[in-house]
């Protein structure tokens, strides 16, 4: 078969790119890796920021996509059982998010991309992008009978997240890469037990919990916990002592733990975010620390910059934009990277002192009361929460 863009993966990145070229008639054809019902299920960000909702605003889905989302305004910080409410949306004229879970966000894309007519082949089983340095470049791939398939395209779109296989078939020497990982741990376990009022963030001597509502019914929390800790010694009974403990509240209403996970909250870039007719969008070119929020709202922000570009080259013939792609993606990307460090090594660093040295504590401290203290510092830091437009 022939198209225009094959995408590669179908979480929000891919799926995002696959609505804004369908709004404006350019065919691509969506390969994922899972079944529908798997990819729909699977919990992971939870606040849309505003940069990333303006995406579906401009493109006139904000009504299919965003119906019922709460805005999200204000966040909780605790520090040594004392909470202060940073109202973010007050320091940026409004400018707030939305609450919204990404497989919210993830299941309706993929209704309002079929609904469109949409073609999104799920269980498509070793797919393999070829010739992206030339003109014609083509994929590969076992669809869900197994039968061997091949897709000529214009262009492919490699949104197959972190492990996917995009970013693996550019040669090592056109990529330069950039990690850095963090000297914690993190674990993260989703409950179903009810969200905090506010995103919360605490901080104390027992290290450093957050809490974030995933939804009416569901919480995610962070832990902060030696690298590579062992996900065996987290009982259920420890979990939730240790929540209580680091977050100051007796009280906090506990639930079925649903996931635990010990996650590697590693930094990662690749430059430049493309390579001949390939384009590398959200996880597959770069992962943040995930304290800020910021990983989902750099997929979203990729996919619209694609999608612009390509609809440029492909009903313009202006091919400026997609050459633009990366360095535009990148300003972004580096800018939240930023942010998320400076928000990570502040609450991690403000927490235990143990964790980076009483000198950082105090750093860290200082820092954080800061944004409470100085309308200049709380403006810088909500409008990094907002996302830069
Ligand atoms: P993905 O969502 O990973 O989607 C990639 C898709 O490609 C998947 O559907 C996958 O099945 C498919 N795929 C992979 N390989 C192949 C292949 N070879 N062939 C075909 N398909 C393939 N971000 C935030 O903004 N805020 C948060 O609070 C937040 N919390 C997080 C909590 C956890 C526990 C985790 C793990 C992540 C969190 N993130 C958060 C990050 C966020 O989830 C990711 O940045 C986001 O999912 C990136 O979207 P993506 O579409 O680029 O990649």
Redesign the pocket.
Known sequence: GTTTVVV???????LTVANLLRRTGIDCVV????NRDH?ER?Q????LDFAAEQVYVRAGLDDRLLAGAPASGSLEIRVDGVSRLFDAAAHTDGRAGRLLP?QVLVRRLIETFVDSGGDLRFD?AD?RPHDIDGDRPYVTYLDANGHAQRLEADYVAG???????SRSVVPPDALTTYRHAEDVGWF?VLTDSPPPKYPLLALSRHGFAAH?GRGPHAS?FYLQCPPGDDLDAWTDERVWRQLRLRLADDTLPDGPVVEK?V?DARSFVVDPMSYGRLFL????AHIVP?MG???????IADADVLAHALHAAVRNGDDGPLRAYSATCLRRVWNDQEYSRWLSDMVFHGADQSTAGPFHWHLARSRLDRIFTSTNAARAFADLMAGTA
Do not use: W, Y
Request: proline letters at 2%; a positive charge; glycine letters at 20%.
């Open positions: 590669i993966g179908a979480g929000v990145a891919g390969l994922e890796r899972h990819v699977r992971r960000a939870g606040v990404q498509s797919v949104c197959d997240g972190f492990h996917g296989v993260t974030f995610r996970a996650i969008v959200g996880d597959a995930p929020g910021k990983g989902m709202n750099l997929a």
